[in-house]
């Protein structure tokens, strides 16, 4: 009987530090789970306090689904340069996400990209969308390349930027 109870407990333990999800999908582990983000790396690219189950780490890299933000400069990737409005993508994220709390959704079909990301709908403890928020400011495009839900919701908000010459859509003298 002593035995099972220590077992019993080795398994809780290893539950709560994220060590048993290796064979979940990622909708069964990260949907609608509320996380603090620890990072910020780009306008679409945020690190939360969550173990990655597939990648094995004590956190997880979450790239917005359905947008797409410039890229910054980095060494070693090609171009080095920063891409036009990427600061201001970074500092609306930063500066959106400053309470550090947020919301994932996911969508079941699609849950990581090419570089092991988890893709994931981010959502604020207001409810609103950092993806939103980013397209209405004109410092995001949607992005296409994955399906899911806030496709149709995702082209209207670009095309209202666009329209207004928000960010990246402000015309040129």
């Not at 980095?74 to 500066?95: F, K, V």
């Amino acid at each position: 009987m002593a035995a099972v109870l220590v077992v019993a407990a080795g398994l809780s333990l290893a539950d709560r530090a994220g060590w048993l999800l290796a064979d979940r999908p990622d909708a069964d582990v990260y949907h609608l789970l509320t996380a603090r983000v620890v990072r910020v790396f780009d306008g679409d690219t945020i690190e939360v306090d969550l173990p990655d189950h597939v990648v094995g780490t004590a956190t997880t890299r979450v790239r917005l689904i359905g947008v797409d933000c410039p890229e910054l400069a980095r060494p070693g990737r090609s171009p080095a340069a920063a891409e036009p409005w990427a600061a201001e993508a970074t500092d609306l994220t930063r500066e959106t996400l400053a309470e550090g709390v947020v919301l994932l959704r996911l969508e079941p079909h699609q849950t990581r990209d090419a570089y092991r990301r988890l893709l994931a709908h981010v959502d604020l403890p207001d409810g609103a969308s950092l993806a939103e928020r980013l397209l209405e400011q004109g410092l995001a495009r949607r992005e296409d390349r994955w399906n899911h839900s806030m496709l149709l919701r995702y082209r209207q908000l670009e095309l209202a930027a666009r329209r207004a010459g928000r960010g990246m859509w402000t015309p040129e003298p």
